[in-house]
């Protein structure tokens, strides 16, 4: 059993930036591919970045390629996601999600099997 909590959501003006952070229990967690996801309102949620259990593989979605960097730090069971440069559009819940099966990077979300209760960004214009 895996739990995850996110933190570091909060109120940003356009062009800033914040980290969020991704707490997770459990020894096996060095060996689970994990994803950042995004929901905002009305809309799908969505996949914005994946790293793989060694951090040797990254993914992200064309819409924050460049914007967005996600890393992993297996001795703390922490995943980070550092967002820049932050836009209205990027206003959303933020879910963190491990995939238990496989170490293969996941980039479908019915591959991960573990979620976070998510934390709000709000970025202000």
């Known amino acids: 059993q895996v739990q995850l909590v996110e933190s570091g959501g909060r109120l940003v003006q356009a062009g800033g930036s914040l980290r969020l952070s991704c707490a997770a229990s459990g020894r096996t967690f060095n060996s689970y591919p994990m994803g950042w996801f995004r929901q905002a309102p009305g809309k799908k949620r969505e996949l914005v970045a994946a790293i793989s259990w060694s951090s040797g593989s990254t993914y992200y979605a064309d819409s924050v390629k460049g914007q967005f960097t996600i890393s992993r730090d297996n001795a703390k069971n922490t995943v980070y996601l550092q967002m820049n440069s932050l836009k209205p559009e990027d206003t959303a819940v933020y879910y963190c999600?491990?995939?238990?099966?496989?170490?293969?990077?996941?980039?479908?979300?019915?591959?991960?099997?573990?979620w976070g209760q998510g934390t709000q960004v709000t970025v202000s214009s």
């Open positions: 999600a491990a995939k238990s099966k496989g170490r293969g990077m996941a980039t479908l979300r019915g591959e991960y099997d573990y």
